[in-house]
């Protein structure tokens, strides 16, 4: 299973683009890596998946270096609603025995 | 309408009783979990479904059994509650490695 590290918390600020990274130096070559958000009291929510180079939606973007050990989630322009933990998870989605791990996440906190 | 769903969204409930947790899911899924998020926020999954039959089951007392009825279903019963067993639970299903959650269950063990 790959084991992913990301920062335990970060501020910023509204109007402005975020970008957590995401550390998965032992990720297989079927592995995908994929981010969730959750609110307080809510559930995850996807945001956004990626196996290489760059994704993009009309949320976030994920960037992915040529070696794939670590990622990128970025956030443009975030709102006080950004506020939130953002987790990275890296797994085989094509696999269902695959136990995809939920790390400690990114506590992010925007601030007016 | 509701992707997946979850009853109660409250449990409170004295040490010793048995509960159950139902999940459903309407979005044609084959895949389904339990998560366990406890008080340090820490999400850990406890059960997989693929289409009725069980693929994960990550060192969950027995206390805990899961039941699928259906692909669209996931239950969860709880016997012999302890007061560690006090978390949020949430349900998903999964298509293609994108995880849709429930709103969550939040147990309190007295």
């Known amino acids: 299973l790959a084991k992913t590290t990301q920062p335990i918390s970060m501020d910023s600020y509204e109007g402005q683009e975020v970008n957590i990274t995401c550390s998965h130096n032992?990720?297989?070559?079927?592995?995908?890596i994929t981010w969730y958000q959750q609110f307080p009291s809510q559930g995850p929510r996807f945001i956004i998946q990626?196996?290489?180079t760059k994704v993009t939606n009309e949320v976030a973007s994920l960037f992915i270096p040529a070696d794939r050990k670590s990622s990128t989630l970025s956030l443009p322009r975030v709102s006080l609603s950004d506020t939130a933990v953002y987790y990275c998870?890296?797994?085989?989605?094509?696999?269902?025995?695959?136990?995809?791990?939920f790390g400690k996440g990114t506590r992010l906190h925007i601030l007016p | 309408d509701t992707a997946v769903s979850q009853t109660p969204k409250y449990l409170v409930t004295q040490m010793g009783n048995d509960k159950s947790i139902k999940c459903e899911q309407n979005?044609?899924?084959?895949?389904m979990y339990w998560y366990k998020q406890d008080s340090k926020k820490f999400l850990k999954i406890m059960f997989s479904y693929n289409n009725k039959e069980l693929i994960i089951n990550e060192t969950v007392p027995n206390r805990f059994s899961p039941k699928s009825p259906d692909k669209a279903h996931l239950n969860l019963h709880i016997n012999s509650l302890e007061l560690g067993d006090s978390a949020v639970y949430f349900c998903a299903s999964t298509s293609r490695g994108e995880q849709y959650f429930g709103p969550g269950t939040r147990l309190t063990v007295t």
């Open positions: 979005l044609g899924h084959d895949t």
């Open positions: 990626g196996y290489k």
């Open positions: 032992n990720i297989a070559t079927n592995d995908y």
């Open positions: 998870l890296v797994g085989d989605i094509k696999n269902r025995d695959d136990k995809i791990i």
